[in-house]
């Protein structure tokens, strides 16, 4: 939005526009954030209303608009470079200063995991369930692999949010990049997926609030229901981005500590207690045909044994960069 958008150098308190030097970018930035904030809540109670059915054509709108054509656009971008032999990437064989960013990045594929259910639901004959599973896992590592191995060798230099690498950088210039529809698409996909997500990961909150804190048996009152709880799910957030808006620094610190309860804490205690209450209710004498081949609860102590390491190794690794 601002004049200076191809600067990545400028100041947050420099003018976003030359005739109006009073407003700087940091400035702008936040009366998009609170305008965004107030159309959000105006939004969220009386036309959702915390309801997780109307999040269906919410996920389904992004991903087909956005997320899709982004990472094709990504994907084929490179090969253009890749293909006639014009790229500048030369990645290492092994770089063990990398292993703890790849523990804060990692929540961010384990997102596919919301798809299983969706996969699991519709499939009434369950003999091939554990076959589907597997396939679909296949696709998501291939779709990984298409994706990292284009980029390290198509780049000489990864930023942390990958679709940074598409806009005019110093270090790397190809005439396929000089596209500003894609300079612009690809630099605002961050944008319009968090702003496509927020309403569900809103509703979500909403509804796991709703369901620690009320009774159901219990009416909910019109304060709760429409003002507390959306609120509850809405200004945290936005006092964290009222605070920053280094998006790459967020995505470190969040992928770290928070994904790390995410990706292993939370679902390490939901199994075990899951496990717990399918034993009082089943007995010992059944046997689960399509139990997990990770059945053990040896399992569940490896993943919170795994969890601590993951976080010592990130934080040492925050120590030392300074990031």
Not at 72 to 84: F, T
Request: with cysteine; aromatic share 14%.
């Amino acid at each position: 939005m601002c004049s200076t958008y191809n600067n990545s150098n400028i100041s947050d308190s420099a003018p976003c526009w030359e005739a109006f030097d009073y407003i700087n970018r940091m400035g702008v930035y936040r009366i998009i954030l609170v305008s965004d904030f107030l159309c959000s809540y105006c939004r969220l109670p009386p036309t959702w209303a915390c309801r997780p059915a109307s999040s269906w054509s919410l996920d389904l709108s992004p991903s087909l608009m956005f997320r899709r054509p982004t990472f094709a656009m990504m994907i084929i971008l490179a090969l253009i470079i890749l293909i006639p032999g014009e790229g500048q990437g030369h990645p290492s064989k092994t770089n063990l200063k990398g292993i703890p960013q790849l523990f804060g990045v990692s929540v961010y594929s384990f997102m596919c995991h919301h798809s299983v259910p969706s996969l699991i639901a519709p499939i009434r004959k369950k003999r091939l369930l554990n076959f589907y599973i597997a396939l679909d896992y296949v696709v998501i590592l291939t779709f990984y692999l298409l994706l990292s191995l284009t980029a390290v060798f198509t780049f000489p230099e990864i930023f942390n949010i990958y679709t940074l690498n598409f806009k005019v950088n110093p270090n790397f210039h190809h005439p396929v990049l000089d596209i500003p529809f894609i300079q612009y698409f690809l630099a605002l996909f961050p944008v319009f997926t968090l702003s496509a997500n927020f309403p569900i990961i809103s509703i979500t909150l909403c509804n796991n609030l709703k369901s620690l804190i009320l009774n159901e048996n219990k009416p909910h009152s019109f304060f709760l229901n429409r003002i507390a709880f959306p609120l509850l799910s809405l200004i945290p957030p936005l006092l964290i981005c009222m605070v920053t808006n280094n998006l790459s620094m967020l995505v470190g610190y969040t992928g770290s500590y928070a994904g790390a309860g995410v990706q292993y804490v939370i679902p390490a205690l939901l199994v075990y207690r899951a496990r717990k209450d399918s034993l009082q209710l089943l007995g010992l004498g059944v046997h689960n045909k399509h139990a997990s081949p990770f059945w053990h609860n040896g399992w569940i102590v490896f993943v919170l044994i795994w969890t601590v390491i993951c976080i010592v190794l990130v934080t040492i690794h925050h120590i030392y960069t300074g990031s």
